[in-house]
């Protein structure tokens, strides 16, 4: 296991610990997801943990299900309890680039469904100011518009291969220094064919930061 896995791991157990029985539980998407997936299954093994789960894409539910976690669809629920995911990037103020999976959308709507949404990182995600490239998903007819649009922002537009969930496109946009992530947000939002992006702004209320020994915790309004 590298140093970044066993930081992640310890990130993602010491988060779940808030876990309590009887809670439906959002799970994100990525390897340090897959980190509180799996502890969570071996909570329920070894605990007797009750809890059910919703998921952010289909290799989060496969992960889920093999690890022994009640899984429900998230089409039918209108909130879960608390949510767990990772970070690509986040900054001092909890906004956050999020989407290396690729599932951002999904992961969007989730966290907004949270009453608490818990955030899991190593040491290397904080940062002072988001600069990741920005990963969108856009409807396919919209292609060519949204990449226009992103390159009238300043933003370099580049096709993954591999569409999303949903099969639409997903679009990483190198916009460097990002200093107004609100305003970028809002003018994304604008952009008729662009369903969703990665900038994570309010949705964190508490986030975890693992290191090779010990866990920083950290709470949005302290």
């Given at each position: 296991?590298?140093?970044?896995?066993?930081?992640?791991?310890?990130?993602?157990?010491?988060?779940?610990?808030?876990?309590?029985?009887?809670?439906?539980?959002?799970?994100?998407?990525?390897?340090?997801?897959?980190?509180?997936?799996?502890?969570?299954?071996?909570?329920?093994?070894?605990?007797?943990?009750?809890?059910?789960?919703?998921?952010?894409?289909?290799?989060?539910?496969?992960?889920?299900?093999?690890?022994?976690?009640?899984?429900?669809?998230?089409?039918?629920?209108?909130?879960?309890?608390?949510?767990?995911?990772?970070?690509?990037?986040?900054?001092?103020?909890?906004?956050?680039?999020?989407?290396?999976?690729?599932?951002?959308?999904?992961?969007?709507?989730?966290?907004?469904?949270?009453?608490?949404?818990?955030?899991?990182v190593d040491a290397s995600k904080p940062v002072?100011?988001?600069?990741?490239?920005?990963?969108?998903?856009?409807?396919?007819?919209?292609?060519?518009?949204?990449?226009?649009?992103?390159?009238?922002?300043?933003?370099?537009?580049?096709?993954?291969?591999?569409?999303?969930?949903?099969?639409?496109?997903?679009?990483?946009?190198?916009?460097?220094?990002?200093?107004?992530?609100?305003?970028?947000?809002?003018?994304?939002?604008?952009?008729?064919?662009?369903?969703?992006?990665?900038?994570?702004?309010?949705?964190?209320?508490?986030?975890?930061?693992?290191?090779?020994?010990?866990?920083?915790?950290?709470?949005?309004?302290?």
């Amino acid at each position: 296991m590298t140093t970044g896995d066993i930081s992640k791991r310890k990130a993602a157990e010491a988060a779940i610990a808030e876990v309590t029985s009887g809670m439906l539980v959002g799970l994100g998407t990525g390897s340090t997801a897959a980190f509180a997936i799996s502890g969570l299954g071996r909570r329920i093994a070894e605990e007797g943990l009750t809890i059910t789960a919703a998921g952010t894409s289909l290799a989060t539910e496969a992960a889920a299900r093999a690890a022994g976690i009640p899984f429900l669809a998230f089409d039918d629920l209108a909130a879960v309890d608390l949510c767990i995911d990772g970070a690509d990037e986040i900054d001092p103020l909890f906004r956050a680039i999020k989407g290396g999976g690729g599932a951002m959308l999904r992961e969007k709507i989730v966290a907004s469904a949270a009453t608490r949404m818990i955030c899991i990182v190593d040491a290397s995600k904080p940062v002072e100011t988001l600069s990741r490239a920005l990963p969108i998903e856009v409807l396919s007819f919209a292609r060519a518009y949204v990449e226009g649009a992103i390159r009238c922002l300043g933003g370099d537009p580049v096709i993954r291969p591999a569409p999303s969930d949903q099969g639409n496109l997903l679009i990483d946009c190198a916009f460097g220094p990002i200093v107004d992530p609100e305003g970028l947000a809002r003018t994304l939002d604008a952009i008729p064919g662009l369903l969703g992006h990665g900038l994570f702004l309010s949705e964190i209320d508490a986030l975890y930061i693992g290191d090779e020994t010990s866990v920083a915790r950290r709470e949005r309004h302290d």
